[in-house]
């Protein structure tokens, strides 16, 4: 019997009597290594790693270059800004925080630069309908990457606004797995000064379970705050929806996920035609979808910072590494030697 074991969760799936092709595992086993998981597989005791820490993935691409797979996520990792609280609803003051933040930077204090992917956008790699733009970088190109900010634009930008002097709160919701580091809040902070407001990080404490506090509930008024979308569906529908169509504010709630407070009806007709053409015509509706995605980007709804990424390392007995958008890595497709 061929077995393939993964540090990860407890959980053991076999298939008695089922012929697995060869090579293939015919039981796969699960387990729990918080601790030492890349001693595991070093020394032979788990042949799949998932997820690795953070702190451990340069030294693991360089050292196993070879047997290490990084593939973009769906979620999209953010700062919300309010569009009606001063001074985020003045679009100029928007588009400069674009421009002025590096998204190499935060990518880099996430934890690894090479499971961040920056974006200008708020739909995933993942998702039909995606094409990749981002206008708020130095010399911006056809092929929509974000390369470095462009503080003097930004700079520019908050000087015609009026709005030097004001105070700006950023918002972070922690301390539960997946917040940002303090560092990162510090590091939006001091760029937030740059521009010339008087810049302050508060930590919630009050978010429930499923919520995000004061961060949600339009009567606290939030002007910014760190916030995380990972996908329920495939869908483009599925990113923007819930999180940017006027139905989706909920006024004076912690339940509410349009923090950005952002409602247009010439954008929500799009986002209801899309929808509708989805079932009959998936290739129309995505490409409606893209420039409902970039009329977003545009608006600095949001301001975007990267797609988080996947990693896996395999140990060198096992192969054909197949890589699903939603599943991840497909377990049953591995095979080992």
């Not at 708020?122 to 929509?144: E, F, H, I, K, M």
């Not at 961060?215 to 606290?220: G, H, M, Q, R, T």
């Not at 954008?267 to 409902?292: F, M």
């Amino acid at each position: 019997m061929r077995r393939l074991t993964i540090a990860l969760l407890v959980m053991v799936l076999a298939h008695p009597g089922f012929a697995q092709p060869a090579g293939f595992p015919d039981r796969i086993v699960l387990k729990a290594a918080p601790s030492n998981q890349v001693a595991a597989l070093e020394h032979g005791a788990a042949d799949v790693l998932l997820a690795p820490p953070l702190e451990r993935v340069d030294a693991l691409a360089r050292r196993y270059a070879s047997q290490v797979h990084i593939d973009p996520a769906g979620a999209t990792f953010a700062l919300v800004v309010n569009t009606r609280v001063a001074p985020f609803d003045r679009l100029a003051v928007r588009k400069a925080l674009n421009y002025a933040i590096d998204r190499n930077r935060i990518a880099r204090l996430s934890g690894s630069s090479l499971t961040a992917q920056p974006t200008c956008q708020v739909l995933a790699p993942t998702l039909p309908g995606y094409r990749p733009y981002c206008p708020y970088t130095l010399d911006p190109s056809p092929s929509g990457s974000w390369t470095a900010p462009d503080l003097a634009k930004a700079e520019r930008l908050v000087a015609g606004s009026g709005t030097r002097g004001n105070k700006v709160t950023l918002l972070l919701a922690g301390p539960p797995p997946g917040a940002p580091t303090l560092q990162v809040g510090r590091y939006v902070v001091s760029v937030l000064d740059r521009l010339g407001y008087q810049a302050s990080l508060k930590v919630i404490t009050n978010a429930p379970s499923a919520g995000l506090g004061d961060l949600s509930d339009s009567s606290k008024r939030p002007q910014i705050g760190w916030f995380t979308w990972f996908q329920d569906s495939p869908t483009p529908s599925n990113f923007i929806e819930p999180l940017l169509t006027c139905r989706s504010f909920v006024p004076r709630s912690q339940d509410n996920l349009n923090i950005a407070e952002f409602c247009s009806r010439r954008i929500d007709a799009q986002i209801a035609h899309a929808v509708a053409l989805q079932a009959r015509d998936p290739a129309a509706a995505n490409e409606l979808w893209s420039r409902i995605d970039h009329e977003l980007v545009d608006r600095a709804t949001w301001v975007p910072l990267y797609n988080p990424r996947t990693v896996t390392v395999l140990a060198p007995r096992v192969g054909n590494y197949k890589y699903h958008p939603f599943w991840n890595v497909l377990l049953d497709q591995l095979w080992v030697r």
